[in-house]
């Protein structure tokens, strides 16, 4: 569909990424579902494509293209039926290396962004601990300073690629006693002595690998630090905003996905003598969410283009993720319901569909943080400036 925010050129790359995938991925999600690992040679496929450089420079590889090429590559992985398959290339590309891009050192740079952007290296990043979610602040992973490196000790968990992934671009604390001015990020290779890791059960993205990381006295080198000592939580504040404006995006293809797969089988099944998409109230609840997906659709182009502005939007990035996934979970909840008693099987894209929906609002900020966010600004005159 052509619109104001893509020309031909986006348009021709949304069809060649989707003759990629369908050709590249479709036929093996089932496969990757069930053996809860996606080989390596496919993300090496992928980043030989260029898709994981999108909106890198050309010194590492990457394509330097704007930002609504990432927005057409996000909604497309998004709509092969698999968050366990989406999550990589959005981790990967807009969620952990651009930390490095934006303030590591040219060595740094040099030594991961390359391997990355060509797929022979996956990335995760490591916020989240037992005791720390969204409270940022209250982290307890420590990187005490000791000659030419960090000595990190601590644990991590949610991590998605924490299991088979190669780096992790770690948050931890470098200052103990210095509050925000003591976060730090480092890069922390995943083979490196005293990194250990646990894979977790997961309700969805069953695709993906998701760990609880352990580190006991992992030393680190000092050129691993991103950025400034104690500049970390600051980072991490301005990165954030593209990590839920990606889940966003997301949100739309997802969405897309789940209303095309469900209008398919309500054509074909029949009761009461006629296919179900013929019944007013059925139609009418169609109707309805295929509205509300427009709007909210929309409304994150509206952010994506502010970000491709060099915007920094905090307001409009956390409404658009608690728009964007919250409506997704409904639509995923209204789907299963359209299609009764096989929405509960797994031998149907929609049950999986209804699992992995689910993270959505618990994800790089709950829902409640982004409405405690909007409320500051709204309410409070709030401002939130980039550091």
Known sequence: ?????????????????????????????????????????????????????????????????????SVILVEEVSKCFSGGFA???????????????????AQLKQKYLPGAIAGDL??????????????????????????DHYVVNGSKTFITNGVYGDF????????????????????????????SARK??????????????????VRVPVENLIGEEGKGFYYLMGGLQLERLVGAISSIGSCDAALTYTLQYMAERKAFGRSINKFQVLRHRIAQMAAEMEANRYFIYHCCQLHNDGAYAVKESSMAKLLGTEL?????????????????????KVARIFRDARIGTIGAGTSEVMREIIAKMVIDGQEYKEA
């Open 1 to 69: 569909m052509k619109t104001y925010y893509f020309t031909e050129d986006h348009l021709l790359f949304r069809q060649s990424l989707r003759d990629f995938l369908d050709k590249e991925a479709m036929p093996y999600i089932d496969e990757w579902e069930e053996q809860r690992r996606i080989p390596k040679v496919f993300w090496q496929k992928f980043g030989a494509m260029g898709y994981f450089g999108l909106n890198f420079p050309e010194d590492y590889g990457g394509s330097n293209l704007d930002f609504f090429y």
């Open 87 to 105: 999550i990589l290339p959005m981790v990967q590309s807009y969620m952990s290396t651009p930390y490095i891009l934006s303030h590591g050192s």
């Open 200 to 217: 977790l059960k997961k309700l969805g993205w069953h695709a993906s690998d998701t760990a609880e990381l352990s580190f006991d006295e």
């Open 328 to 348: 997704c979970n409904k639509v995923a909840t209204e789907c299963l319901q359209f299609f009764g008693g096989y929405g509960y099987m797994e031998d149907y």
């Open 122 to 147: 996956i990335c995760s990043i490591a916020i989240s601990e037992p005791g720390a979610g969204s409270d940022v602040m209250n982290i307890q992973t420590k990187a005490i300073r000791d000659g």
């Open 168 to 195: 992790i671009v770690t948050v931890v604390k470098t200052d103990p006693s210095a509050g925000a001015n003591g976060i730090s990020l480092l890069v922390i290779d995943r083979n490196t002595a005293g990194v």
